[in-house]
């Protein structure tokens, strides 16, 4: 576990007791600049807790998160929140806002509590409710919207912060097919300008399609590598107990790893 | 003994039927005077075969009856609020209208308990084989008419109106000292801030219409309404009447400054003793009035 | 929602259009600009008729009655507008800091305080009357019921925050306010068991007055409003990140606890003054906010001037309504309201019944 310069974010043995056990157990890993990493796992495996250590939400028992190069804990909030942006799994999101003003709350770690928004905030702004196809209903209340379409606003407002680091928590829910096409070309068109984007996926053939694939199952993470590498792939079906194969397929836009589930 | 004088005979046959008349008349006059019906305001009729010896009051009106009615000796025990005359202070005090003390009111073994229609404790008390009168005077009249029944109760109706006189009489003597210059002239009797007036159709106001002034508050606005304080201003009473802490903060009202009576000093302001004999409908109407009258004759002539 | 046609996505994406400004964003009622309008026109035309309601009726002869108009009429009208608008501003922070559409100003224990306050100084006032002279108490009286229940509800709402160990958890908070409200209520009616004449009063201050507003109180109450409504605005924006959520929140970078404190003591001041001046009126306070969201879209700076507007136009109504309705009597202005906001409470529910 090389710090090289485009590390963006690293962890190392972070550890987290949630009730008696290991909700995080010794996990490190590193995420640099320009990949887009998938973390997969069975329910309850510590995914989302680990997300959360990662964005500073939780504080770990042991271990240490640093945010280019700093500890975590070093960075003013609003430093590190222009930084990295994270993205709930949750659909706790509630009010009669209009869905542009909830996409503009991304750009509060640029411009702070009290200052004026700038043209670059109101691009960024466009620019992110475009790429998460939401422009349409930019005036509608959030809770009028359905699942799908306030999945797609507060996809947009973590977007819209521009930060280099992207820590995502099931994005794709409520999504339907096309849709999550559209944002997992997002998420790859933005990682290929320089961010890192660490998204938990609970669909593994999605997953697959990362960069690179980290692999948790109770608090441990098991396996770290690209699809390509065999011993992920067999790391990845053990820990889903063999319920699926994974397989190379021909797709018209060329090989392409899939899941296929034993039935 | 065997054979009584012809003279003796004749005495005992002379006197024996009227003496048996008297004894008779005593015997049954006493029998009359201790066996009382009365009905309460619930319309519940109690049968009190002896006049009781022991009696708790929860209503302070009644329990001022019973001393005015000269049978303050026979009070066992009051509610908290009972504050006169000075000896029902010493009594046990067993709770208010809401809250009585029913296990301490059972304690003291009351044969009659008097109580208003209100009170929370009359079933209680009627299933623990109490006998309970519900009485519940709220003007003039029905305090006469409570006066009459208490008395009634206490087995001696006629200081029920021997009391009703004195009250009589010393209304109609307060009413003979209100200043001439007074008589005729409009009064406002403040109750609450906000504020709540007390009208013509209240107690308070029948007795300011004995001692002849005039309420600002007429009957058909109901006994204690809340006015704008704008009609109190319009109406510019002669005399001002309230609770002494209520007049003194008067003037800090807006626009009140503007109150003839306040700039002349024409108010009424009663501590809070002689305040309770104001709106308590009881006997002590003739302290009432006497206090009233006393304020008035201290406010002089007042000019057209 | 149907998804939007391929064509005109694929237009979208490719040239990234102006995204409306909230601004213009339209709700039931249109712009909040528009209601703005509307609201300030209701508000002026209210205070004209508070101006004419006077204990004989309306009345537009100002000539004769000018002196009852500028002593009476005209700063007790202000006095309502005022007092509505600063609990029409404390419940729409409520509102948004618990992310509860039915949230009141009165939620974290500063009602109960308030009257706990009111209770003391009467059951003083009549312990003390005797000692005191009459005017000095009459003073301390007045200027005491005030400073009583302003100091009142400060010292509940404090003792939320005290017992909920600050603002940082909004459950916790509002926990520790129903707690502090029973409480507070428990020992103000053992107060009144103990000193009865102070129940009178307090039935009073609970009912709601505005009888009694001289210029003085519309002071107070007008540098509430001006010393609370533009900080709540400037930190409206907290309740706008709260909508995403509590983590989410704080992932943007916002020191949560402490603005939360910040709002909750605005809130305080704001309450605390309303409910000394005009007693504890109910129903503004939720029902002002309430109905602006319903009305329009906007983002909480917008939300809380508006709702200061509207709570001020609820209570005006209900305070002319209060002396016009039986005049020369008057009903308590906390009935009014009651019936007002209830009422809109019940069209509310049979709209919901009825989908």
Request: charged share 15%; glycine share 10%.
């Given at each position: ?263 | ?189 403040e109750?609450a801030a906000n504020p ?33 304080p ?12 309230a609770t002494a802490t209520a007049v003194a903060e008067m003037p800090g009202r807006p626009g009140w400054k503007?109150l003839?009576?306040l700039?002349?000093?024409?108010v009424?302001g009663?501590?809070a ?32 | ?70 002593a009476i009429?005209?700063p007790r009208?202000m006095g309502?507008?005022l007092a509505?608008?600063l ?23 500063s009602a109960?305080g308030a009257g706990l306050g009111v209770v003391l100084v009467l059951a003083a006032g009549g312990l003390l009357g005797a000692s005191l002279g009459l005017a000095a108490t009459g003073a301390l009286l007045r200027l005491g019921l005030v400073g009583a229940a302003f100091g009142g509800a400060l010292v509940g ?31 103000s009616?053992?107060v009144?068991?103990?000193s009865?004449e102070a129940?009178r009063g307090k039935q009073v201050f609970l009912?709601g007055t505005t009888s009694f507003f001289g210029w003085p109180s519309v002071a107070v109450l007008a540098a509430a409003?001006?010393l ?40 305080a001041l704001a309450t605390g003054t309303a409910v000394a001046q005009a007693g504890l009126v ?74």
């Amino acid at each position: 576990m090389k710090a090289d310069a485009t590390t963006l974010l690293q962890a190392g043995g972070l550890t987290l007791r949630l009730g008696g056990r290991r909700a995080v157990d010794a996990v490190s890993l590193d995420l640099r600049g320009g990949e887009w990493v998938a973390l997969v796992g069975p329910n309850g495996a510590g995914k989302s807790t680990l997300l959360q250590l990662l964005a500073g939400l939780r504080h770990a028992d042991g271990g240490s998160v640093r945010l280019a190069g700093r500890a975590l804990q070093a960075w003013p909030a609003r430093e590190r929140a222009q930084r990295l942006a994270w993205l709930s799994q949750q659909g706790e999101a509630d009010g009669d806002i209009a869905a542009a003003d909830v996409v503009r709350l991304g750009r509060l770690p640029r411009h702070g509590l009290f200052g004026a928004p700038d043209a670059s905030d109101e691009v960024a702004v466009a620019a992110a409710m475009a790429e998460t196809a939401s422009t349409e209903f930019a005036g509608r209340r959030l809770n009028e919207l359905s699942g799908g379409e306030r999945q797609r606003v507060l996809l947009a407002r973590a977007l819209a912060v521009g930060s280099p680091v992207l820590l995502l928590d099931e994005p794709t829910t409520h999504l339907d097919a096309p849709h999550q096409r559209a944002l997992l070309r997002s998420l790859v068109a933005r990682a290929r300008c320089g961010a890192a984007v660490l998204s938990v996926l609970h669909d593994v053939t999605l997953a697959l399609a990362a960069d690179r694939v980290l692999v948790m199952d109770q608090g441990r993470l098991v396996a770290d590598g690209a699809p390509a590498d065999a011993a992920l792939r067999a790391a990845l079906v053990a820990v889903f107990g063999a319920s699926f194969s994974v397989e190379c397929v021909n797709s018209p836009t060329g090989p392409r790893w899939v899941a296929l589930p034993a039935l | 003994m065997t054979d009584s004088s012809p003279a003796m005979k004749t005495i005992l046959r002379r006197f024996t039927a009227p003496a048996l008349l008297a004894l008779a008349l005593a015997g049954g006059g006493a029998v009359a005077a201790a066996a009382a019906q009365v009905t309460d305001d619930r319309g519940r009729t109690l049968m009190l075969p002896v006049p009781p010896q022991r009696i708790v009051s929860l209503l302070p009106s009644l329990t001022e009856m019973v001393c005015e009615l000269r049978a303050c000796g026979r009070l066992v025990g009051t509610d908290r609020f009972s504050n006169w005359p000075e000896a029902v202070r010493a009594l046990p005090k067993l709770g208010g209208l809401e809250d009585s003390q029913i296990e301490r009111i059972v304690a003291l073994k009351p044969d009659l308990v008097l109580t208003a229609v209100s009170a929370r404790a009359i079933e209680r008390l009627e299933a623990l084989g109490l006998p309970v009168l519900a009485l519940e005077p709220r003007n003039g009249v029905e305090t006469q008419r409570v006066i009459e029944r208490v008395a009634l109760a206490l087995g001696d109706p006629a200081a029920g109106a021997a009391l009703l006189a004195r009250i009589e009489s010393r209304i109609a003597a307060a009413a003979e000292r209100v200043p001439l210059a007074l008589r005729g002239r409009t009064v406002y009797f403040e109750v609450a801030a906000n504020p709540y007036a007390a009208g013509e159709a209240s107690f308070v106001g029948e007795l300011l219409a004995r001692l002849q002034l005039v309420n600002i508050v007429p009957a058909s606005m109901g006994p204690f309404p809340q006015l704008n304080p704008e009609f109190v201003l319009r109406a510019q009473p002669a005399v001002v009447m309230a609770t002494a802490t209520a007049v003194a903060e008067m003037p800090g009202r807006p626009g009140w400054k503007s109150l003839l009576a306040l700039q002349r000093g024409q108010v009424c302001g009663f501590a809070a003793g002689a305040y309770d004999t104001l709106v308590r409908p009881g006997p002590r109407l003739g302290d009432a009035a006497e206090v009233i009258a006393d304020c008035l004759l201290r406010l002089g002539t007042v000019p057209q | 929602m149907n998804q939007a046609h391929p064509a005109r996505k694929a237009a979208a994406a490719a040239a990234p259009a102006a995204v409306p400004q909230a601004g213009r964003a339209t709700g039931r009622f249109g712009t909040p600009l528009g209601l703005a309008a509307a609201l300030a026109a209701a508000a002026l035309l209210l205070l004209v008729l508070g101006l004419a309601a006077g204990s004989q009726g309306w009345s537009f002869a100002w000539g004769e009655d000018a002196e009852l108009i500028t002593a009476i009429r005209a700063p007790r009208s202000m006095g309502a507008l005022l007092a509505g608008a600063l609990l029409g501003l404390s419940g729409a922070i409520a509102q948004g800091l618990f992310r509860n559409p039915l949230a009141d100003p009165y939620l974290l224990g500063s009602a109960a305080g308030a009257g706990l306050g009111v209770v003391l100084v009467l059951a003083a006032g009549g312990l003390l009357g005797a000692s005191l002279g009459l005017a000095a108490t009459g003073a301390l009286l007045r200027l005491g019921l005030v400073g009583a229940a302003f100091g009142g509800a400060l010292v509940g709402m404090a003792l939320t925050l005290v017992l909920a160990r600050g603002a940082g958890r909004p459950m916790v908070l509002l926990l520790a306010g129903v707690v502090v409200g029973v409480l507070l209520t428990a020992l103000s009616d053992l107060v009144i068991l103990l000193s009865p004449e102070a129940l009178r009063g307090k039935q009073v201050f609970l009912l709601g007055t505005t009888s009694f507003f001289g210029w003085p109180s519309v002071a107070v109450l007008a540098a509430a409003v001006v010393l609370v409504l533009p900080l709540a605005m400037k930190l409206s924006r907290t309740l706008d990140a709260l909508v995403l959520g509590e983590a989410s929140a704080a992932s943007l970078g916002l020191p949560l606890p402490r603005l939360r404190l910040a709002l909750v003591a605005l809130m305080a001041l704001a309450t605390g003054t309303a409910v000394a001046q005009a007693g504890l009126v109910a129903f503004v306070g939720l029902v002002a906010p309430h109905l602006v969201r319903r009305l329009v879209v906007t983002r909480h700076g917008a939300l809380l001037a508006l709702s200061a507007l509207a709570g001020g136009v609820l209570l005006l109504a209900a305070d002319i309504a209060a002396r016009s309705m039986i005049a020369p009597q008057e009903l308590p202005v906390g009935v009014l309201t009651a019936v007002f906001g209830g009422g809109y409470l019940l069209l509310l529910l049979r709209q919901r019944l009825a989908r």
